[in-house]
């Protein structure tokens, strides 16, 4: 069964930086794309990053880049998000997400989140 | 404010059909796959729809969904209780890099 486990989240102080982790089962990670989605609770999906299958290419949403840094570890079947300079507007729960491999481009497993405050 | 543009609630009775739209661009919907997503309350998505109008294995055939330019829309044929829940589509966007937008979101009211 696949599994995504989101770990790392708290609360950070504005300025401040937090590391999630995911924690992938089930699958060879080393075959997936993965991506991280954040949601303001009662809110809507917002897309934040994507890193490639051997980690050579990343891509981000403008609101973060710069800013958060994805980054994987196939070894440890693990998943990667370095966010510094947080601000309020990177309060959300985020996601892991699987990338399916297929040419859609659909997120096909997803982690249940983890909460992200930034607050002083 | 979202890319892709959806109505934030639809609602219909137990057995009725109930149909959500979301309007994009040339950039993301006119040019890629949309995929559509469903939020139960408390939980996280879950992949509905792939590839415009495929199901993945164990997502109910009332369930479907299509895709014409730059819109695409899901259909809820034959609404259930267990269909209240949020429901989002996405593509990527070629405009912005490949990044993935989504839609604002879709709240689903059974009466």
């Known amino acids: 069964e696949v599994q995504l486990v989101e770990s790392g989240g708290g609360l950070a102080r504005p300025g401040g930086s937090r590391r999630l982790s995911c924690a992938a089962s089930g699958f060879t990670l080393s075959y997936h794309w993965m991506h991280w989605v954040r949601q303001v609770p009662g809110r809507g999906l917002v897309w934040v990053s994507r890193i490639s299958s051997d980690g050579s290419t990343a891509t981000y949403a403008d609101s973060v880049k710069g800013r958060f840094t994805i980054s994987r570890d196939n070894d440890k079947s693990t998943v990667y998000l370095q966010m510094n300079s947080l601000g309020a507007e990177d309060t959300a729960v985020y996601y892991c997400?699987?990338?399916?491999?297929?040419?859609?481009?659909?997120?096909?497993?997803w982690g249940r989140g983890t909460l992200v405050t930034v607050s002083t | 404010q979202s890319v892709l543009t959806q109505p934030p609630s639809a609602s219909g009775t137990l057995g009725q059909r109930v149909s959500i739209s979301c309007s994009g661009s040339s950039s993301n919907i006119g040019a890629n796959s949309v995929n559509w997503y469903q939020q139960l309350p408390g939980t996280a998505p879950k992949l509905l729809i792939y590839?415009?109008?495929h199901r993945p294995s164990g997502v109910p055939d009332r369930f479907s969904g299509s895709k014409s330019g730059t819109s695409a829309s899901l259909a809820i044929s034959g609404l259930q209780s267990e269909d209240e829940a949020d429901y989002f589509c996405a593509a990527w966007d070629d405009s912005l890099n490949g990044a993935v937008v989504f839609g604002g979101g879709t709240k689903v009211t059974v009466l």
């Open positions: 997400a699987r990338d399916s491999g297929r040419p859609s481009g659909d997120l096909d497993h």
């Open positions: 590839s415009n109008s």
